[in-house]
């Protein structure tokens, strides 16, 4: 009883303390947006509100890897202002509706980034650019124009102060497209409803998005006195005039228009710009239902508001270095995925057709395969309600999918299946057993199972990109995935075996037995690719033969379209059985040799991967890619916790910089900060569902999780210090904690978790019981 009376006390003590600091200091001032848009994250500094369906902010590319997130800090000029950007992914598409505040003669094109003077591009300087949640500002140098946006959850929000002018513009550029594979824009559309109000509409297509529609709608705060609509194949041009004036509407695959202004000296001329996947009128509703006013202060600091909402969940206290790059990573797991209904509920469903919800929030853009892994488990932490509302999207999305696939790598009703797995399910099966979901359970596993069992197509091995289901008939029949005919045969069999692992927790969960010992059974395929002689998991062909010769190392055989592994190596994705690493264990001979082994990964000779995704090397351990992000942490299967105590730190110090090139490999939406987050907290999900996260090493002092069902989870650590990186203790209220893993139920129930650091290994944690569900068991 006085135990638990000293652990309330203390509670109540840290909250105190605890809002009293949050009360002097705002969690959006430790934030820097800038930390990832450098290197090769593929971040942006846009202003958005968490999880806004736009991020309004300029692009300096329109081709090329690190034109993904529109911005990169190393451009010297950009080209405009668009309202929708992927963050930290490696996959390029958006960049729509680019709008660019001119002075004097108008320029039609944008010329190039080595020769801005070109076109309608302007230099900039860091030294006149700021950024924080949900604001954005540069001075465009070329005309002297101060621009600055912020938005709401659907809505961009621009502010242009001009120069006195009779010459000066606001550019529409319907052409401009952030292009990955095929992109182009298929038609546009512009129709000038009066000399402040514009709606139109954009479709493109893509590898990434085949068909997307995007309608738009524009108020400006002052009169334009002219329009100049501009098609590049001259169907707008006459005899006596370069562009016909006053257009009311026009179609056309390309289009730009002009909105001219007269300006007096530091004039503001205010536009906002709404999106919809639906109507022109719908996204007119939104604009006019989200800001009915012209008040920018007033939007700007609704949108600061909503992101100290979000931040607040997690406060913690270390270094000022830790500080910020923790801030940075919790602030980009409040991005993706993005809203994707108007304010009236409509959507465009994977059909293409119109669709309305009623009682959740409907989402777009699932990076699975790298998420799956930490940002979906840091959800249901600090976002339990958003959780369940996403699986109810998932549901939606097979609903409207002709193929009635659960999400895999989708955005903007479309469905690209660039990427390997069905994470669909382990993202669902975890909300299920921590209790959020609140559909019928029988229905949804249902839903789980007709994904798990398509049969795909017969061959995928030659084609340019991941086609559906990665002919998932051989898994079914063959329990492997043959490499002669699926394209990285191994990977798509050891992540398929897990995803079959989470069918069977749920229906464990739900009492399903039958199901229950089929997927058990599926999930042991690993197996089927595994080679005793080399000790690795080893690509197979259809005659059941392994391919010769093997490298471990290599990442590629002479033919890109046919390797065996995804972004990874024989090496790398050895660790990928997370539902039953004690399995693995027997395989690779015990504990002890499966220590020797990932000895052996941490100090390999570093070497080239020659693949971009693949980056941040210890040995051929590679955090700049997510296969190997729960592998540091498996020291603590086999004994030897305080390796793993000590890998957290190094990866901490060498792979995350609180500066623009921050990220040692793209963000991936969320997921290189969401292993920040939990490792910063002490703990990590190696196995993404079922609510068993392992022990690490904090890199805090002191953190307070606000969470959502009132209660309040505290971390705090004794012997905070640089050199203080072995865990010599643990309490967990209150009381000796000698685990290497943690409950969910432990996290949302409310507690304190209270380390005990040294600058030596301990032998803490050698007397741990098993991990749960890491023995290819669900109970």
Same mark, same amino acid.
């Given at each position: 009883?006085?135990?638990?009376?000293?652990?309330?006390?203390?509670?109540?003590?840290?909250?105190?303390?605890?809002?009293?600091?949050?009360?002097?200091?705002?969690?959006?001032?430790?934030?820097?947006?800038?930390?990832?848009?450098?290197?090769?994250?593929?971040?942006?500094?846009?202003?958005?509100?968490?999880?806004?369906?736009?991020?309004?902010?300029?692009?300096?590319?329109?081709?090329?890897?690190?034109?993904?997130?529109?911005? $990169?800090? #190393?451009? @010297?000029?950009?080209? !405009?202002?668009? /309202? *929708?950007? %992927?963050?930290?992914?490696?996959?390029?598409?958006?960049?729509?509706?680019?709008?660019?505040?001119?002075?004097?003669?108008?320029?039609?094109?944008?010329?190039?980034?080595?020769?801005?003077?070109?076109?309608?591009?302007?230099?900039?300087? $860091?030294? #006149?650019? @700021?950024?924080?949640? !949900?604001?954005? /500002? *540069?001075? %465009?140098?070329?005309?002297?124009?101060?621009?600055?946006?912020?938005?709401?959850?659907?809505?961009?929000?621009?502010?242009?102060?001009?120069?006195?002018?009779?010459?000066?513009?606001?550019?529409?550029?319907?052409?401009?497209?952030?292009?990955?594979?095929?992109?182009?824009?298929?038609?546009?559309?512009? /129709?000038?409803?009066?000399?402040?109000?514009?709606?139109?509409?954009?479709?493109?297509?893509?590898?990434?998005?085949?068909?997307?529609?995007?309608?738009?709608?524009?108020?400006?705060?002052?009169?334009?006195?002219?329009?100049?609509?501009?098609?590049?194949?001259?169907?707008?041009?006459?005899?006596?005039?370069?562009?016909?004036?006053?257009?009311?509407?026009?179609?056309?695959?390309?289009?730009?228009?002009?909105?001219?202004?007269?300006?007096?000296?530091?004039?503001?001329?205010?536009?906002?710009?709404?999106?919809?996947?639906?109507?022109?009128?719908?996204?007119?509703?939104?604009?006019?239902?989200?800001?009915?006013?012209?008040?920018?202060?007033?939007?700007?600091?609704?949108?600061?508001?909503?992101?100290?909402?979000?931040?607040?969940?997690?406060?913690?206290?270390?270094?000022?270095?830790?500080?910020?790059?923790?801030?940075?990573?919790?602030?980009?797991?409040?991005?993706?995925?993005?809203?994707?209904?108007?304010?009236?509920?409509?959507?465009?469903?994977?059909?293409?057709?119109?669709?309305?919800?009623?009682?959740?929030?409907?989402?777009?853009?699932?990076?699975?395969?790298?998420?799956?892994?930490?940002?979906?488990?840091?959800?249901?932490?600090?976002?339990?309600?958003?959780?369940?509302?996403?699986?109810?999207?998932?549901?939606?999305?097979?609903?409207?999918?002709?193929?009635?696939?659960?999400?895999?790598?989708?955005?903007?009703?479309?469905?690209?299946?660039?990427?390997?797995?069905?994470?669909?399910?382990?993202?669902?099966?975890?909300?299920?057993?921590?209790?959020?979901?609140?559909?019928?359970?029988?229905?949804?596993?249902?839903?789980?199972?007709?994904?798990?069992?398509?049969?795909?197509?017969?061959?995928?091995?030659?084609?340019?990109?991941?086609?559906?289901?990665?002919?998932?008939?051989?898994?079914?029949?063959?329990?492997?995935?043959?490499?002669?005919?699926?394209?990285?045969?191994?990977?798509?069999?050891?992540?398929?075996?897990?995803?079959?692992?989470?069918?069977?927790?749920?229906?464990?969960?739900?009492?399903?037995?039958?199901?229950?010992?089929?997927?058990?059974?599926?999930?042991?395929?690993?197996?089927?690719?595994?080679?005793?002689?080399?000790?690795?998991?080893?690509?197979?062909?259809?005659?059941?033969?392994?391919?010769?010769?093997?490298?471990?190392?290599?990442?590629?055989?002479?033919?890109?379209?046919?390797?065996?592994?995804?972004?990874?190596?024989?090496?790398?994705?050895?660790?990928?059985?997370?539902?039953?690493?004690?399995?693995?264990?027997?395989?690779?001979?015990?504990?002890?040799?499966?220590?020797?082994?990932?000895?052996?990964?941490?100090?390999?000779?570093?070497?080239?991967?020659?693949?971009?995704?693949?980056?941040?090397?210890?040995?051929?351990?590679?955090?700049?890619?997510?296969?190997?992000?729960?592998?540091?942490?498996?020291?603590?299967?086999?004994?030897?916790?305080?390796?793993?105590?000590?890998?957290?730190?190094?990866?901490?110090?060498?792979?995350?910089?609180?500066?623009?090139?921050?990220?040692?490999?793209?963000?991936?939406?969320?997921?290189?900060?969401?292993?920040?987050?939990?490792?910063?907290?002490?703990?990590?999900?190696?196995?993404?569902?079922?609510?068993?996260?392992?022990?690490?090493?904090?890199?805090?002092?002191?953190?307070?999780?606000?969470?959502?069902?009132?209660?309040?989870?505290?971390?705090?650590?004794?012997?905070?210090?640089?050199?203080?990186?072995?865990?010599?203790?643990?309490?967990?209220?209150?009381?000796?904690?000698?685990?290497?893993?943690?409950?969910?139920?432990?996290?949302?129930?409310?507690?304190?978790?209270?380390?005990?650091?040294?600058?030596?290994?301990?032998?803490?944690?050698?007397?741990?019981?098993?991990?749960?569900?890491?023995?290819?068991?669900?109970?």
């Amino acid at each position: 009883m006085k135990k638990s009376m000293y652990a309330s006390l203390l509670i109540l003590l840290i909250v105190f303390n605890h809002l009293t600091a949050y009360s002097q200091n705002k969690l959006t001032d430790k934030v820097n947006v800038f930390i990832g848009t450098g290197g090769h994250g593929h971040t942006f500094p846009h202003a958005m509100v968490p999880f806004g369906a736009v991020a309004v902010g300029p692009d300096w590319e329109t081709q090329g890897w690190d034109a993904a997130g529109g911005y $990169h800090y #190393d451009a @010297k000029n950009i080209l !405009g202002f668009s /309202q *929708v950007h %992927l963050s930290g992914t490696g996959l390029i598409e958006g960049g729509d509706l680019l709008l660019m505040p001119t002075v004097g003669k108008i320029k039609v094109d944008p010329g190039t980034h080595e020769n801005p003077d070109a076109g309608y591009r302007s230099r900039f300087s $860091h030294t #006149d650019e @700021k950024a924080t949640p !949900g604001y954005y /500002q *540069v001075r %465009l140098l070329d005309d002297n124009i101060n621009a600055e946006m912020t938005a709401t959850e659907r809505v961009g929000f621009h502010k242009y102060t001009f120069p006195k002018s009779d010459k000066s513009h606001v550019l529409l550029d319907l052409v401009h497209h952030i292009k990955g594979g095929g992109s182009g824009v298929k038609q546009a559309y512009i /129709q000038i409803k009066d000399t402040q109000t514009v709606t139109g509409y954009r479709v493109t297509s893509s590898v990434w998005a085949a068909n997307r529609q995007l309608y738009f709608a524009i108020k400006f705060s002052k009169p334009f006195i002219s329009n100049v609509i501009y098609d590049p194949r001259g169907l707008v041009f006459n005899k006596k005039k370069k562009f016909l004036w006053d257009m009311v509407d026009y179609s056309a695959p390309k289009i730009k228009t002009f909105f001219n202004f007269k300006t007096e000296e530091n004039e503001e001329i205010m536009v906002k710009i709404a999106i919809s996947s639906v109507s022109m009128k719908n996204a007119l509703e939104n604009l006019e239902t989200e800001i009915p006013h012209w008040n920018f202060t007033k939007i700007k600091k609704e949108a600061s508001q909503k992101w100290e909402q979000q931040l607040h969940k997690i406060v913690v206290k270390a270094t000022p270095d830790i500080e910020a790059k923790f801030y940075a990573a919790l602030y980009h797991n409040n991005i993706h995925p993005t809203i994707n209904h108007d304010v009236n509920g409509e959507y465009r469903g994977m059909d293409q057709e119109v669709h309305k919800t009623k009682d959740f929030t409907h989402y777009t853009m699932f990076s699975l395969w790298d998420t799956f892994r930490a940002a979906h488990p840091l959800f249901t932490i600090i976002h339990p309600e958003r959780t369940k509302d996403i699986v109810s999207t998932m549901l939606n999305f097979q609903k409207e999918n002709p193929r009635k696939m659960l999400p895999m790598w989708s955005m903007y009703q479309n469905e690209n299946t660039c990427m390997i797995g069905l994470h669909a399910l382990p993202v669902i099966a975890d909300a299920y057993s921590k209790g959020l979901i609140k559909e019928d359970a029988k229905d949804l596993l249902k839903s789980m199972v007709i994904s798990a069992n398509q049969p795909g197509i017969d061959s995928t091995a030659h084609r340019n990109i991941y086609p559906s289901y990665y002919g998932q008939q051989h898994y079914l029949k063959k329990g492997y995935h043959p490499n002669d005919l699926v394209r990285t045969g191994v990977s798509v069999t050891l992540e398929h075996a897990y995803d079959d692992w989470a069918v069977a927790l749920f229906s464990d969960k739900l009492g399903d037995k039958k199901t229950t010992d089929t997927f058990l059974k599926r999930a042991q395929s690993f197996n089927n690719v595994w080679d005793a002689n080399s000790k690795f998991f080893r690509a197979k062909l259809n005659n059941e033969k392994f391919i010769e010769p093997f490298n471990p190392r290599a990442y590629h055989r002479e033919d890109f379209h046919d390797r065996d592994y995804t972004e990874g190596n024989a090496w790398q994705y050895l660790w990928f059985v997370p539902h039953d690493v004690y399995g693995l264990a027997d395989l690779l001979g015990g504990k002890k040799a499966m220590s020797k082994k990932l000895d052996k990964l941490f100090t390999l000779p570093e070497q080239d991967s020659k693949v971009g995704d693949v980056s941040g090397f210890i040995g051929d351990y590679a955090h700049g890619n997510e296969p190997c992000h729960h592998v540091a942490y498996l020291y603590n299967y086999v004994g030897q916790s305080h390796k793993t105590q000590k890998l957290i730190h190094q990866i901490d110090k060498e792979f995350y910089k609180a500066a623009p090139d921050g990220y040692i490999g793209n963000e991936d939406a969320g997921q290189m900060s969401a292993w920040y987050v939990f490792s910063a907290l002490g703990f990590y999900p190696v196995n993404p569902a079922g609510g068993i996260y392992v022990f690490g090493s904090p890199l805090v002092e002191e953190a307070t999780l606000n969470l959502e069902n009132g209660k309040i989870f505290s971390v705090r650590v004794k012997n905070y210090g640089d050199k203080n990186i072995y865990i010599k203790s643990v309490q967990l209220n209150g009381q000796p904690y000698n685990e290497v893993w943690v409950k969910h139920e432990d996290i949302v129930r409310g507690g304190i978790l209270e380390f005990t650091m040294c600058a030596k290994p301990t032998k803490w944690g050698k007397k741990s019981k098993p991990v749960p569900y890491a023995n290819g068991k669900v109970n």
